[in-house]
């Protein structure tokens, strides 16, 4: 059953500018995650977003979460072309015995 | 350093062929899982695993077997019953037995072809 929609689906953008995607999900939510996968490889990890948050940091990384929405962005700032990758939004429904769902991803190719 | 190994990188069945993946941490993580990944597509879930001599059926389990002997190993087995085994195939860990309270560490996969 898909949860998380990322939006776009692909992105094209110059190393410099920031980069933002869309996650919406249908139910109700204990957290929501994002992962970065670059091609051929697993994915890794970037943020875990709690339900009661609003916003986190991470570095060049800023998710936010509108629970009211069911959705989450993910603002990546002066873009550099090693964030080319494909990014995933992952939600856990319910604490502690639920599985994360995984989103199709936003494809983002950030040119030199 | 700490991390998931998974192996082979590559791996070709043919035709009513069981094939093992292999998924190794080193992480001393309690939960492990296996996903598949088609072209273009999310992760799916398979298999997981919580404890050691423990593991649930995921989302798309049939033609897919596993155990859990070890904490650190969680082999896949991709049986002649999955007639559409062609995927990328990606372990993961987490800490404790919260199965979504706490970020996965992935493996590189393992990308199954049908000879």
């Known amino acids: 059953s898909q949860q998380g929609e990322e939006d776009p689906q692909a992105l094209s953008i110059q190393e410099g500018e920031n980069a933002t995607m869309n996650c919406s999900y249908k139910t109700s939510i204990n957290n929501l995650q994002w992962y970065r996968q670059n091609s051929g490889r697993g994915l890794v990890h970037l943020i875990l977003i709690r339900s009661n948050e609003r916003e986190k940091h991470s570095g060049r990384l800023r998710v936010t979460l509108d629970t009211s929405k069911k959705s989450s962005s993910l603002l990546i700032t002066a873009s550099r072309a090693a964030d080319t990758a494909s990014y995933f939004c992952a939600t856990a429904r319910s604490y502690n015995t639920d599985k994360l769902i995984f989103g199709t991803g936003t494809r983002l190719q950030v040119f030199p | 350093d700490g991390g998931i190994t998974q192996s082979p990188k590559y791996l070709f069945r043919k035709e009513g062929q069981n094939v093992t993946l292999s998924c190794e941490q080193n992480?001393?993580?309690?939960?492990m899982y296996w996903y598949r990944q088609d072209p273009g597509q999310g992760l799916r879930l398979i298999y997981y695993?919580?404890?050691?001599?423990?593991?649930q059926k995921g989302d798309i389990a049939e033609g897919y077997s596993v155990s859990r002997e070890k904490k650190e190993s969680f082999p896949l087995t991709v049986t002649s019953a999955q007639k559409n085994p062609t995927a990328f195939y990606l372990c993961?860990?987490?800490f404790g037995t919260g199965l979504s309270n706490q970020p996965q560490h992935f493996g590189d996969g393992t990308r199954l072809s049908i000879l």
């Open positions: 993961a860990s987490s």
């Open positions: 695993s919580q404890i050691v001599n423990d593991f």
């Open positions: 992480l001393n993580h309690d939960a």
